[in-house]
Protein backbone atom coordinates (compact mmCIF):
# COMPACT_ATOMS: atom_id res chain seq x y z
CA UNK A 1 0.00 0.00 0.00
CA UNK A 2 1.12 3.89 -1.24
CA UNK A 3 0.36 6.41 1.38
CA UNK A 4 0.13 9.84 0.23
CA UNK A 5 -0.54 13.11 2.14
CA UNK A 6 -2.25 15.46 0.75
CA UNK A 7 -3.00 18.72 2.60
CA UNK A 8 -6.69 20.22 1.74
CA UNK A 9 -6.33 23.39 3.17
CA UNK A 10 -4.65 27.00 2.20
CA UNK A 11 -5.65 26.47 -1.68
CA UNK A 12 -7.57 29.00 -3.04
CA UNK A 13 -10.41 26.21 -3.99
CA UNK A 14 -12.67 25.33 -0.87
CA UNK A 15 -11.34 21.70 0.95
CA UNK A 16 -14.55 20.23 -0.47
CA UNK A 17 -12.91 20.49 -3.73
CA UNK A 18 -9.65 18.76 -2.91
CA UNK A 19 -11.70 16.10 -0.67
CA UNK A 20 -13.80 15.23 -3.96
CA UNK A 21 -10.42 14.53 -5.75
CA UNK A 22 -8.43 12.70 -2.65
CA UNK A 23 -12.16 10.08 -3.13
CA UNK A 24 -11.75 10.03 -6.85
CA UNK A 25 -8.35 8.99 -6.34
CA UNK A 26 -9.03 6.43 -4.17
CA UNK A 27 -11.51 5.32 -6.11
CA UNK A 28 -8.96 4.59 -9.02
CA UNK A 29 -5.82 3.04 -6.76
CA UNK A 30 -7.01 0.43 -4.58
CA UNK A 31 -3.59 -0.01 -3.64
CA UNK A 32 -4.01 3.52 -2.34
CA UNK A 33 -4.49 5.29 0.96
CA UNK A 34 -4.20 9.00 1.77
CA UNK A 35 -3.46 10.60 5.13
CA UNK A 36 -5.80 13.68 4.82
CA UNK A 37 -4.36 16.90 6.68
CA UNK A 38 -6.56 19.58 7.85
CA UNK A 39 -8.87 20.90 10.42
CA UNK A 40 -11.04 18.40 12.20
CA UNK A 41 -14.39 19.39 11.13
CA UNK A 42 -12.91 19.25 7.26
CA UNK A 43 -11.00 15.47 7.56
CA UNK A 44 -12.70 13.70 10.24
CA UNK A 45 -16.17 13.48 8.75
CA UNK A 46 -14.57 12.71 5.45
CA UNK A 47 -11.86 9.43 6.59
CA UNK A 48 -15.18 8.12 8.43
CA UNK A 49 -16.82 7.77 5.12
CA UNK A 50 -13.91 6.51 3.47
CA UNK A 51 -11.79 3.39 3.30
CA UNK A 52 -7.85 3.92 3.51
CA UNK A 53 -8.44 7.58 4.70
CA UNK A 54 -6.78 8.35 7.68
CA UNK A 55 -7.21 12.09 9.09
CA UNK A 56 -4.15 14.38 10.24
CA UNK A 57 -5.58 16.40 12.01
CA UNK A 58 -4.30 20.29 12.18
CA UNK A 59 -5.56 23.83 13.70
CA UNK A 60 -3.44 25.97 11.49
CA UNK A 61 -3.49 27.22 8.08
CA UNK A 62 -1.07 29.25 5.40
CA UNK A 63 -2.54 31.95 3.65
CA UNK A 64 -1.67 32.82 0.09
CA UNK A 65 -1.19 35.77 1.32
CA UNK A 66 1.53 35.01 4.45
CA UNK A 67 5.81 35.31 3.93
CA UNK A 68 5.98 31.42 3.50
CA UNK A 69 9.30 31.09 5.42
CA UNK A 70 8.05 33.30 8.51
CA UNK A 71 4.57 31.52 8.07
CA UNK A 72 6.43 28.02 8.18
CA UNK A 73 8.12 28.68 11.16
CA UNK A 74 5.91 30.61 13.29
CA UNK A 75 2.65 27.95 12.71
CA UNK A 76 4.04 24.50 13.84
CA UNK A 77 0.60 23.36 13.55
CA UNK A 78 0.10 24.33 9.60
CA UNK A 79 -1.51 21.51 7.67
CA UNK A 80 1.44 22.01 5.09
CA UNK A 81 3.95 21.84 8.05
CA UNK A 82 2.31 18.70 9.32
CA UNK A 83 2.09 17.05 6.05
CA UNK A 84 5.74 17.52 5.34
CA UNK A 85 6.49 16.21 9.04
CA UNK A 86 4.46 13.41 8.67
CA UNK A 87 6.03 11.97 5.50
CA UNK A 88 9.51 12.74 7.09
CA UNK A 89 8.65 10.07 9.60
CA UNK A 90 7.59 7.81 7.63
CA UNK A 91 3.68 8.30 8.28
CA UNK A 92 3.20 8.91 4.52
CA UNK A 93 5.24 8.17 1.26
CA UNK A 94 4.80 11.71 -0.91
CA UNK A 95 2.98 14.48 -0.81
CA UNK A 96 -0.01 16.60 -2.69
CA UNK A 97 -0.35 20.15 -1.78
CA UNK A 98 -2.27 23.57 -3.98
CA UNK A 99 -1.40 25.97 -0.77
CA UNK A 100 0.59 28.41 -1.10
CA UNK A 101 3.69 27.52 -3.49
CA UNK A 102 6.25 29.54 -1.24
CA UNK A 103 4.59 27.70 1.90
CA UNK A 104 5.13 23.93 -0.30
CA UNK A 105 8.56 24.77 -1.44
CA UNK A 106 10.11 26.01 2.19
CA UNK A 107 8.25 23.43 4.27
CA UNK A 108 8.55 20.31 1.90
CA UNK A 109 12.29 21.26 1.58
CA UNK A 110 13.11 21.85 5.74
CA UNK A 111 10.63 18.60 6.61
CA UNK A 112 10.36 16.55 3.98
CA UNK A 113 14.57 17.08 3.57
CA UNK A 114 16.68 17.03 0.58
CA UNK A 115 18.10 13.62 -0.74
CA UNK A 116 21.91 13.60 0.53
CA UNK A 117 23.99 16.44 -1.47
CA UNK A 118 21.63 18.04 -3.11
CA UNK A 119 22.14 21.40 -3.18
CA UNK A 120 18.89 22.82 -4.26
CA UNK A 121 15.31 20.84 -5.34
CA UNK A 122 13.48 22.24 -8.10
CA UNK A 123 10.44 22.80 -9.36
CA UNK A 124 9.46 20.43 -12.73
CA UNK A 125 6.37 19.80 -14.98
CA UNK A 126 6.42 18.19 -18.16
CA UNK A 127 5.17 20.85 -21.18
CA UNK A 128 3.20 18.88 -23.96
CA UNK A 129 5.24 19.19 -27.70
CA UNK A 130 4.12 19.93 -30.67
CA UNK A 131 5.76 16.62 -32.08
CA UNK A 132 3.77 15.05 -29.53
CA UNK A 133 6.70 14.12 -26.97
CA UNK A 134 6.74 15.60 -23.39
CA UNK A 135 9.75 18.03 -22.10
CA UNK A 136 10.73 18.22 -18.71
CA UNK A 137 11.07 21.50 -17.78
CA UNK A 138 13.02 23.01 -14.30
CA UNK A 139 13.54 25.16 -12.38
CA UNK A 140 10.28 26.38 -12.81
CA UNK A 141 10.45 29.19 -9.71
CA UNK A 142 12.16 27.26 -6.94
CA UNK A 143 15.85 28.90 -7.19
CA UNK A 144 16.03 32.39 -8.76
CA UNK A 145 20.26 32.28 -8.69
CA UNK A 146 21.65 29.20 -9.35
CA UNK A 147 25.83 28.48 -10.28
CA UNK A 148 26.78 26.02 -12.95
CA UNK A 149 27.18 23.00 -10.96
CA UNK A 150 23.44 23.19 -10.01
CA UNK A 151 22.17 23.64 -13.21
CA UNK A 152 24.55 20.27 -13.86
CA UNK A 153 22.48 18.76 -10.74
CA UNK A 154 18.99 20.18 -12.45
CA UNK A 155 20.22 18.17 -15.74
CA UNK A 156 20.88 15.09 -13.71
CA UNK A 157 17.25 15.31 -11.91
CA UNK A 158 15.10 16.22 -15.07
CA UNK A 159 16.44 13.48 -16.61
CA UNK A 160 15.98 10.95 -13.87
CA UNK A 161 12.48 12.22 -13.65
CA UNK A 162 11.84 11.67 -17.41
CA UNK A 163 13.32 7.92 -17.19
CA UNK A 164 11.27 7.19 -14.09
CA UNK A 165 7.82 8.80 -15.12
CA UNK A 166 7.70 9.44 -18.65
CA UNK A 167 9.85 6.39 -19.85
CA UNK A 168 12.31 8.14 -21.49
CA UNK A 169 15.65 5.93 -22.07
CA UNK A 170 19.18 8.96 -22.02
CA UNK A 171 17.24 11.89 -22.24
CA UNK A 172 18.36 15.27 -24.35
CA UNK A 173 18.68 17.84 -22.24
CA UNK A 174 18.79 21.57 -23.12
CA UNK A 175 19.76 25.00 -21.48
CA UNK A 176 17.16 27.25 -22.38
CA UNK A 177 18.81 30.80 -23.51
CA UNK A 178 18.57 33.27 -26.84
CA UNK A 179 19.71 31.42 -29.15
CA UNK A 180 21.14 27.86 -30.48
CA UNK A 181 24.13 28.79 -31.18
CA UNK A 182 26.95 27.66 -28.08
CA UNK A 183 28.18 31.16 -27.84
CA UNK A 184 24.46 33.00 -27.22
CA UNK A 185 23.66 34.02 -23.47
CA UNK A 186 25.35 36.30 -20.90
CA UNK A 187 27.96 35.24 -19.36
CA UNK A 188 26.26 33.28 -16.66
CA UNK A 189 24.82 31.14 -19.28
CA UNK A 190 28.05 30.98 -21.61
CA UNK A 191 29.03 29.39 -17.68
CA UNK A 192 26.13 27.18 -17.26
CA UNK A 193 26.64 25.95 -20.88
CA UNK A 194 30.45 24.92 -20.22
CA UNK A 195 29.55 22.93 -16.60
CA UNK A 196 26.18 21.37 -18.55
CA UNK A 197 29.18 20.56 -21.93
CA UNK A 198 31.24 18.73 -19.38
CA UNK A 199 28.46 17.58 -16.57
CA UNK A 200 28.03 13.70 -18.10
CA UNK A 201 24.38 14.75 -18.42
CA UNK A 202 23.22 13.97 -22.08
CA UNK A 203 23.61 17.93 -22.94
CA UNK A 204 22.57 18.35 -26.46
CA UNK A 205 23.35 22.20 -26.10
CA UNK A 206 20.79 25.58 -26.25
CA UNK A 207 17.63 25.37 -26.63
CA UNK A 208 15.56 28.41 -27.61
CA UNK A 209 12.11 29.56 -25.81
CA UNK A 210 10.09 27.91 -28.67
CA UNK A 211 11.99 24.91 -27.98
CA UNK A 212 9.51 24.53 -24.98
CA UNK A 213 6.51 23.49 -26.47
CA UNK A 214 8.31 21.77 -29.48
CA UNK A 215 8.90 18.11 -28.12
CA UNK A 216 12.55 19.05 -29.45
CA UNK A 217 14.59 18.00 -26.27
CA UNK A 218 13.39 15.70 -23.53
CA UNK A 219 14.33 18.14 -20.63
CA UNK A 220 15.21 21.73 -20.49
CA UNK A 221 17.56 23.36 -17.81
CA UNK A 222 17.31 27.20 -16.45
CA UNK A 223 17.52 28.79 -13.17
CA UNK A 224 14.23 29.63 -11.82
CA UNK A 225 13.89 33.19 -12.85
CA UNK A 226 14.18 32.50 -16.47
CA UNK A 227 12.28 29.54 -15.65
CA UNK A 228 9.91 31.48 -14.09
CA UNK A 229 9.53 34.08 -16.53
CA UNK A 230 8.99 31.43 -19.19
CA UNK A 231 6.24 29.42 -17.63
CA UNK A 232 4.32 32.20 -16.86
CA UNK A 233 4.77 33.75 -20.40
CA UNK A 234 3.40 30.44 -21.46
CA UNK A 235 0.42 30.47 -19.20
CA UNK A 236 -0.35 34.71 -20.37
CA UNK A 237 -0.38 33.23 -23.86
CA UNK A 238 -2.91 31.26 -23.32
CA UNK A 239 -5.11 33.19 -21.69
CA UNK A 240 -4.79 35.44 -24.43
CA UNK A 241 -5.42 33.09 -27.14
CA UNK A 242 -8.58 31.66 -24.77
CA UNK A 243 -9.90 35.12 -24.35
CA UNK A 244 -9.58 35.87 -28.48
CA UNK A 245 -11.13 32.91 -29.41
CA UNK A 246 -14.14 33.56 -26.42
CA UNK A 247 -14.86 36.91 -28.14
CA UNK A 248 -14.54 35.62 -31.72
CA UNK A 249 -17.41 32.96 -31.01
CA UNK A 250 -20.00 35.83 -30.83
CA UNK A 251 -19.30 37.52 -33.94
CA UNK A 252 -20.91 34.92 -35.89
CA UNK A 253 -23.37 31.68 -35.92
CA UNK A 254 -20.34 29.86 -37.87
CA UNK A 255 -18.20 31.03 -35.62
CA UNK A 256 -20.11 29.74 -32.51
CA UNK A 257 -20.61 25.94 -34.14
CA UNK A 258 -16.66 25.74 -34.71
CA UNK A 259 -16.19 26.71 -31.02
CA UNK A 260 -18.71 24.22 -30.05
CA UNK A 261 -17.03 21.70 -31.93
CA UNK A 262 -13.48 22.23 -30.89
CA UNK A 263 -14.37 22.65 -27.09
CA UNK A 264 -13.41 19.66 -25.75
CA UNK A 265 -9.94 19.81 -27.70
CA UNK A 266 -9.55 23.28 -26.20
CA UNK A 267 -10.19 22.06 -22.65
CA UNK A 268 -7.80 19.12 -23.12
CA UNK A 269 -5.18 21.40 -24.32
CA UNK A 270 -5.77 23.40 -21.79
CA UNK A 271 -5.65 21.13 -19.25
CA UNK A 272 -2.03 20.21 -20.60
CA UNK A 273 -1.15 23.74 -20.47
CA UNK A 274 -2.25 24.66 -17.04
CA UNK A 275 -0.15 21.23 -15.36
CA UNK A 276 -3.86 19.74 -14.39
CA UNK A 277 -2.93 16.91 -16.81
CA UNK A 278 -0.07 15.98 -14.06
CA UNK A 279 -2.06 17.28 -11.31
CA UNK A 280 0.79 20.01 -10.69
CA UNK A 281 4.89 20.71 -10.47
CA UNK A 282 6.97 18.14 -8.33
CA UNK A 283 9.34 19.07 -6.38
CA UNK A 284 12.31 17.41 -7.46
CA UNK A 285 15.69 16.52 -5.23
CA UNK A 286 13.87 15.87 -1.51
CA UNK A 287 13.71 12.15 0.42
CA UNK A 288 10.31 11.98 -1.22
CA UNK A 289 7.98 13.15 -4.21
CA UNK A 290 6.41 16.00 -3.45
CA UNK A 291 3.81 16.95 -6.14
CA UNK A 292 2.90 21.36 -5.51
CA UNK A 293 -0.94 21.82 -7.63
CA UNK A 294 -2.22 25.24 -8.56
CA UNK A 295 -3.91 27.33 -5.81
CA UNK A 296 -6.76 27.42 -7.91
CA UNK A 297 -6.73 23.50 -8.38
CA UNK A 298 -10.20 21.24 -9.33
CA UNK A 299 -10.80 18.12 -7.84
CA UNK A 300 -9.62 16.19 -11.43
CA UNK A 301 -6.61 17.83 -10.59
CA UNK A 302 -6.29 16.91 -7.38
CA UNK A 303 -6.97 13.55 -8.28
CA UNK A 304 -4.33 13.42 -11.03
CA UNK A 305 -1.42 15.12 -8.54
CA UNK A 306 -2.13 12.46 -5.66
CA UNK A 307 -2.13 9.85 -7.78
CA UNK A 308 0.78 11.01 -9.49
CA UNK A 309 2.52 11.33 -6.33
CA UNK A 310 2.00 7.98 -5.63
CA UNK A 311 3.31 6.85 -9.15
CA UNK A 312 6.69 8.53 -8.84
CA UNK A 313 6.75 6.52 -5.12
CA UNK A 314 6.19 3.01 -6.95
CA UNK A 315 8.45 4.26 -9.67
CA UNK A 316 11.24 4.76 -7.81
CA UNK A 317 12.04 8.41 -8.59
CA UNK A 318 14.38 9.34 -5.44
CA UNK A 319 16.50 6.51 -5.99
CA UNK A 320 16.56 6.85 -9.50
CA UNK A 321 17.17 10.99 -8.88
CA UNK A 322 20.31 9.63 -6.07
CA UNK A 323 21.61 7.39 -8.30
CA UNK A 324 21.66 9.87 -11.34
CA UNK A 325 23.31 12.39 -9.44
CA UNK A 326 26.09 10.22 -7.77
CA UNK A 327 25.26 10.83 -4.60
Known amino acids: MTTICVDVMGADKEPAVLLEGVAMALADDPDLEVLVAGSADVVEPFCA ?88 FLDMGANADVKPDVMVQFAHMGRAYA ?16 GSEDT ?8 YHEA ?32 NVALKSIEGTGKFVVKRLKAAMGESLGNKIGMALLARSLKSLAAEMSGDEYGG ?13 HGATSAQAVRKGTLAAAAAVRAGLVEKIAAACEL
Open 281 to 293: AILLGLRAPVVKG
Open 49 to 136: SHARARALVTTEVIAMSEHPAQAVRKKKDASIVRAAAAVHAGEADGLFSAGSTGAVLTAATFGVGRIRGVKRPALSLPFPGISGRSTV
Open 163 to 178: HAVLGVENARVGLLCN
Open 184 to 191: KGSEMALA
Open 196 to 227: LAAGNCGFAGNAEGTDLLAGTFDVIVADGFTG
